[in-house]
């Protein structure tokens, strides 16, 4: 359905048609490509690709840490930082998702 969508003010706009209004498929498609090109300037920028880097480096640095015998106080850091660091992987996911 959403490529449908996609193609759709495509092909309008071949034929010469107007779809007009705020609301049609055509104004979404300029928006939703405006997020598009948007998130993929951000996700291609240098500060996000250090940041990205910082944070699987972080957690090699953790994984290295972990041991047999260990303190609870540590492995409770270090399921939190794992918890984290999930949910920064499944944010990227989602975010390069949207950028396609």
Not at 19 to 43: C, F, I, N, T, Y
Not at 45 to 71: M, P, Q, W
Not at 87 to 92: A, R, S, W
Request: hydrophobic share 50%.
């Amino acid at each position: 359905m959403h490529r449908f969508l996609r193609q759709l003010p495509l092909a309008y706009h071949a034929a010469g048609k107007s779809l007009g209004g705020p609301h049609s498929p055509a104004a979404q498609g300029r928006s939703a490509s405006k997020m598009r090109r948007a998130l993929r300037a951000v996700l291609a920028s240098r500060t996000y690709e250090l940041l990205s880097t910082a944070c699987i480096v972080v957690n090699v640095v953790f994984l290295l840490g972990d041991h047999v015998g260990k303190s609870t106080e540590f492995a409770r850091i270090l399921h939190v930082q794992d918890f984290i660091f999930w949910i920064v992987i499944c944010i990227e996911v989602v975010l390069r998702m949207a950028a396609e």
